[in-house]
Nanobody, 131 residues
Framework: QSQLAESGGGLAQTGGSLRLSCARS????????MGWFRQPPGKEREFVAS????????????RTSYADSVKGRFTVSRDTNTLYLQMNNLKTEDTAVYYC????????????????????WGQGTQVTVSS
């Protein structure tokens, strides 16, 4: 049973936008480093973006990391309860099943692009971009 649930996927045209959300059942995500991964059709799962915890005493906010393929187009953000992925200027190659994941590391300021470090996962949401 997945502890995370994604929403917001669907169909978009090239150049369009979508916003994905991810929430945890039975609790918040404040102690987790959170990540987005995706699996394009016929390919392996790949890293999209990661964001560190919601440090309440941080002056600069959480740290983020992005795959080169989405830099400048996608933005990851979070609050105590929900993880977001704003996807702009979508391309056909962004078509994939998108997964959110959580890595229990309170007080960590290191994003992670390694799926093996993540403890909990969602079931995924389909994003399809057509030309």
């Amino acid at each position: 049973q997945s502890q995370l649930a994604e929403s917001g996927g669907g169909l978009a045209q090239t150049g369009g936008s979508l916003r994905l959300s991810c929430a945890r059942s039975g609790g918040d995500i404040s102690g987790y480093v959170m990540g987005w991964f995706r699996q394009p059709p016929g390919k392996e799962r790949e890293f999209v973006a990661s964001i560190t915890w919601s440090g309440s005493n941080s002056r600069s906010g959480p740290r983020t990391s992005y795959a080169d393929s989405v830099k400048g187009r996608f933005t990851v953000s979070r609050d105590t309860n929900t993880l977001y992925l704003q996807m702009n200027n979508l391309k056909t190659e962004d078509t994939a099943v998108y997964y959110c994941a959580g890595d229990w590391r309170p007080y960590s300021w290191s994003p992670s692009n390694d799926p093996s470090t993540y403890d909990i996962w969602g079931q995924g949401t389909q994003v399809t971009v057509s030309s």
